[in-house]
């Protein structure tokens, strides 16, 4: 099973692909979607939107997982994390792959077993859980791969209960 877990924003989407085989994860790719402040809005999301249609072509995930908005005190911050969900929820869409929304709580807790983990823990979790050299970098890629972690330990319990 393969999982393509999103950190979405508009200056910079976290990605990770995260493999579950025999028992055992795999990260297969991740990093980080950055755009330009200085580019239109539109262009910009365009640019996340194109990026995460090739990752979801290049490695076929059975799911889309997404961090869920978090509403801060910065409403600007949070429509523009909207608009980057937006576009991946289409690219998976067009797609017809399943997507998946965990808070941060649920993907830290998930992770790290505790909801308010910081991000240098989330790293190191997701360094020894995929097996990883080093901590993944930047944050926005360590959080992502943890989004996939979590579905990937979620999903065999949503395959169990019915919605």
């Known amino acids: 099973m393969i999982v393509l877990g999103i950190d979405p924003g508009l200056a910079a989407t976290g ?4 493999a579950q085989r025999d028992g055992r994860l795999l990260a297969l790719d991740g990093g980080v979607i950055g755009t330009p402040a200085a580019a239109a ?3 910009r999301l365009a640019t996340i ?3 995460i249609e090739g990752l979801l072509a290049e490695h ?6 997404l961090e869920a908005l978090y509403f801060g005190q910065n409403v600007r911050t949070a429509f523009a994390v909207g608009q980057a969900r937006g576009v991946a929820l289409l690219a998976a869409g067009t797609r017809a792959i399943a997507c998946v ?3 941060p709580q649920q993907v830290k807790s998930a992770v790290c077993g505790s909801g308010r983990a910081g991000k240098g823990q989330v790293q190191e979790m997701v360094q020894r859980l995929l097996a990883l050299p080093e ?3 930047p944050d926005h890629a360590a959080d992502a791969l943890a989004v996939a972690i979590c ?3 979620h999903a065999p319990l949503r395959e169990r209960v019915p919605a």
């Open 101 to 103: 929304d965990y808070t």
């Open 60 to 65: 076929d995930p059975v799911a889309l997982a």
């Open 41 to 43: 809005p539109a262009a």
């Open 151 to 153: 579905h990937l330990n």
């Open 49 to 51: 939107h194109a990026r």
């Open 135 to 137: 901590p993944p970098r």
């Open 15 to 18: 990605y990770g692909v995260v």
